[in-house]
């Protein structure tokens, strides 16, 4: 295993340095990586921006807003944030192991006096509130796998940020996205800074107390960085993308997730069809959306696109029915 270290705080730079690593370091089996943001809000693969962010807020605090490899729903972060990621070589499958990545953050808060423990389908939480988003994405047999913790967070910020739908708070039983998440910070017996942290997960993850050595990155790997940041990251067409227009919106949430589905209708025929959501899955989801460019708006002639589609591959945990229901009544 190796550890990449980024020493830039530019959401849009590290977001760009974690595809370049997972897409070309193919030499190396397993990867480990450390890093930080600038205030930002990161939004799922598959989310419609707009309505995962308090746009006016974002804008007057300067909030960089950048889209992610994989699916799951927006968060926030700053310098009292750290992410890490686990790149690792593995048989590619439909199903998503969030638990056994989450373990090493599990194991150092243990190390601290703190109990937390893996819940739901991606959350580490302290007590019944969060820390630690988990979201990962899977390609050519190889898992990236990325957390979010909170370790000394302006949450309040975070609260004003993110616009989480009503329907995710509801079926969280709590009335706020702030009242949800907590920082680790809160429950330390001693008072260390999210840099003795970071070192205590590093020391986990490498197993000993010798000195962990970045690997170091050429002037080409990172002229690479640089050009994903150009050509997708730093881009407003990755980062919010064209909603179509549509007279047909259905949503609903499910046990892995919710989907929302835009969908363009004329004379009983689909023009456009776009789903959104934090749920998680593998895939272009372009390459089943055209798929009903054409068709007519019936149940009959929906279900049978979406027999002939592996539900499960880009959505995954969401069964056919589930899925035509957030198509058609």
Known sequence: MIYVKSDSTKPQFNLAL??????Y????????MLWQNEPAIIVGRHQNTIEEINTKYVKENNIHVVRRLSGGGAVYHDLGNLNYTIISKSEENNGFDFKTFSQPVIDVLAELGIKAEFTGRNDIVIGEQKFCGNAQYMKKGKVLHHGAILFDTELDILGKALKVS???ILSK??????SRVTNIKDYLKEDITVEDFENLLLKRMFGGEKE????????KDLQKVNELVEKRYGTWEWNYGKSPEF????SNRFESGKVETFIDVDRGIIKELKFYGDFF?????EDIENKFIGI?????????????IDISYYFSGISVEQLLSCIID
């Open 18 to 23: 974690e595809e370049y690593v997972f897409e």
């Open 281 to 285: 899955g593998h895939g272009e989801l």
């Open 166 to 168: 009503k329907d995710k």
């Open 212 to 219: 962990i050595l970045p690997y170091k990155l050429s002037e």
């Open 296 to 308: 007519k708006y019936n149940e009959k002639n929906i279900r049978h696109v979406l027999n002939d």
């Open 173 to 178: 039983g709590v009335k706020s996205v702030r």
């Open 247 to 250: 007279n047909i919106k259905k």
């Open 25 to 32: 370091l193919d030499e190396f089996d397993k990867i480990f």
